[in-house]
Every structure is written in C-alpha cells, then in structure tokens.
Nanobody, 124 residues
C-alpha cells in the first residue's frame, strides 16, 4: 500500500525530495505517515512523521530544521523534503503508516504498513 521513491546520490549541502504514495483507499484511516531510515550496520531510526488529518509534523532532533514532511491529499502522497544534507544522512529511507497514537510515533514496530525503501547517498 506504500510506494517510496525519489532517492539518489547528492553532494553534501544538497537537497532531495522523497515521495511516499499510498494506495488502497485507506489513507485517511492511517492517521500517521512517517519516515524511517537505516544505515548499514545500524538500527532503523525515526526521521519524522505527519498526522494525515491535522498535518502536524514531528521530527527527530538529528533532522529538525533541515527536513520537512508534507502531504498532498489529492495525490495521497507524503513528501520528505531533505535540505542541507550531510554524509551521515546516507541510508535507506522507508515510509511507513498506521493508526498510531501520538505517544508511539517514534516506534517503528507501531507502524502497520511499510514501503520498499529508497537509497539516499550523500557524498562528494
């Protein structure tokens, strides 16, 4: 039900926009659509999430001020705009969704649906 896209190779300081398209007509029931990332040898890490109805967004401290999550209701798509990218942002990025409660938004195991992942590499 989730399709992530938009990854690629970018130089430090550059920008990328990832997209997560939902399908199946269940977007409004998913409550939160979030982004996680996993670098080689590391655990999956919460990046940020958006409440589908209120558009309230929440971010990890490591990306706050650099990354922005938004959604387009008509396209059933959530975007992750990544600016001022750093080499440490290199990872496979996953979008995820589920009928979470606010206190659980940073826990990957609380998300029901997952996209396939898209590689982001920040390197000169």
């Amino acid at each position: 039900q989730l399709q992530a896209s938009g990854g690629g190779l970018v130089q430090p300081g550059g920008s990328l926009r990832l997209s997560c398209t939902t399908s199946g007509g269940t977007t409004s029931s998913l409550r939160y659509v979030g982004w996680f990332r996993q670098a080689p040898g590391k655990e999956r890490e919460f990046v940020g999430t958006i409440n589908w109805s209120s558009r309230h967004t929440y971010y990890s401290d490591s990306v706050k001020g650099r990354f922005t999550i938004s959604r387009d209701n008509a396209k059933s798509t959530v975007y992750l705009q990544m600016d001022s990218l750093k080499p440490e942002d290199t990872a496979v990025y996953y979008c995820a969704a589920g009928p979470l409660i606010l206190s659980s938004i940073r826990e990957s195991r609380r998300y029901t649906y997952w996209g396939q992942g898209t590689q982001v590499t920040v390197s000169s």
